[in-house]
C-alpha cells in the first residue's frame, strides 16, 4: 500500500495527512475522507498518537483574505484579477470560494510548504483527468513558486503507471504548452571517409 511505502520512505505523518487534506477541493471530500480514515488506521497501527497537531492558520473570519493573498502569490496577480473580470455575476461566489478554500484553507496550512502542495496539486489534477485547463494553470503555478520543468517532469513521469498514457501525455501536453522544453543542441552524424 502506497502509505506504508510512504512511512517506511520517512514522511512525516503530518506531512502524509497534509498530503490527503491537500486533495479536499481538487478530489472532493467524499474521497478525500476515505482516503483520511485509511490513513489514521495506519498510522494508529504504526503507533502514531492522533489527533496529529492542528496545521490551520487562518480562521473563519480571515481565510477569504488570507487565501486570496496567497492565491494572487501563487497564480499571479493579473491571472486572479482576469478571472473574476471574466467571470459571469451569477458564478462570482465560486470564484470568492476558490480562494478561500482552495488557498485559504489549504495553502496557508503549516506541515508542506508552498511548492509541495503546489506539486501535490499538480499530481492531483493529472491524476483525475478531465482537468486539462487547471494542469497548464498548476503548471504555471508551480514555476512561480520555484519548481522547475525537470521536477515537473518527473513527477508527471512517477505517476504514469498509476495514471496511464493519456493523463501523462495530456499532462506533459499541458507541460511543454506552458513551459517548453529548452532545445537540445544537435550534432550531426559524422561518417569517416575512406581515404
Same mark, same amino acid.
Given at each position: 500500500?502506497?502509505?506504508?511505502?510512504?512511512?517506511?520512505?520517512?514522511?512525516?505523518?503530518?506531512?502524509?495527512?497534509?498530503?490527503?487534506?491537500?486533495?479536499?477541493?481538487?478530489?472532493?471530500?467524499?474521497?478525500?475522507?476515505?482516503?483520511?480514515?485509511?490513513?489514521?488506521?495506519?498510522?494508529?497501527?504504526?503507533?502514531?498518537?492522533?489527533?496529529?497537531?492542528?496545521?490551520?492558520?487562518?480562521?473563519?473570519? +480571515? #481565510?477569504?483574505?488570507?487565501? $486570496? =493573498?496567497?492565491?494572487?502569490?501563487?497564480? @499571479?496577480? /493579473?491571472?486572479?484579477? *482576469?478571472? &473574476?473580470?471574466?467571470?459571469?455575476?451569477?458564478?462570482?461566489?465560486?470564484?470568492?470560494?476558490?480562494?478561500?478554500?482552495?488557498?485559504?484553507?489549504?495553502?496557508?496550512?503549516?506541515?508542506?510548504?508552498?511548492? +509541495? #502542495?503546489?506539486?501535490?496539486? $499538480? =499530481?492531483?489534477?493529472?491524476?483525475?483527468? @478531465?482537468? /486539462?485547463?487547471?494542469? *497548464?494553470? &498548476?503548471?504555471?503555478?508551480?514555476?512561480?513558486?520555484?519548481?522547475?520543468?525537470?521536477?515537473?517532469?518527473?513527477?508527471?513521469?512517477?505517476?504514469?503507471?498509476?495514471?496511464?498514457?493519456?493523463?501523462?501525455?495530456?499532462?506533459?501536453?499541458?507541460?511543454?504548452?506552458?513551459?517548453?522544453?529548452?532545445?537540445?543542441?544537435?550534432?550531426?552524424?559524422?561518417?569517416?571517409?575512406?581515404?
Amino acid at each position: 500500500m502506497e502509505l506504508d511505502d510512504a512511512i517506511a520512505a520517512g514522511v512525516a505523518p503530518v506531512e502524509l495527512k497534509e498530503v490527503l487534506y491537500q486533495a479536499v477541493p481538487y478530489a472532493g471530500l467524499g474521497r478525500a475522507v476515505d482516503a483520511l480514515v485509511v490513513a489514521n488506521e495506519l498510522l494508529a497501527d504504526h503507533d502514531v498518537e492522533l489527533p496529529l497537531p492542528g496545521q490551520a492558520t487562518v480562521t473563519p473570519e +480571515t #481565510r477569504a483574505a488570507d487565501g $486570496l =493573498a496567497v492565491q494572487r502569490r501563487i497564480v @499571479g496577480g /493579473d491571472t486572479v484579477d *482576469a478571472m &473574476h473580470a471574466s467571470t459571469p455575476a451569477d458564478e462570482q461566489h465560486v470564484q470568492r470560494a476558490l480562494a478561500a478554500h482552495c488557498f485559504g484553507d489549504h495553502y496557508t496550512r503549516g506541515g508542506l510548504d508552498v511548492p +509541495t #502542495r503546489e506539486l501535490v496539486t $499538480l =499530481a492531483l489534477l493529472v491524476a483525475l483527468g @478531465g482537468a /486539462d485547463p487547471q494542469v *497548464a494553470g &498548476h503548471v504555471r503555478a508551480n514555476l512561480n513558486v520555484g519548481n522547475d520543468r525537470a521536477t515537473l517532469v518527473s513527477v508527471v513521469t512517477h505517476l504514469l503507471p498509476v495514471v496511464g498514457y493519456p493523463r501523462t501525455l495530456n499532462a506533459l501536453r499541458a507541460l511543454d504548452g506552458v513551459a517548453p522544453s529548452p532545445a537540445e543542441p544537435t550534432t550531426e552524424p559524422t561518417t569517416e571517409e575512406e581515404s
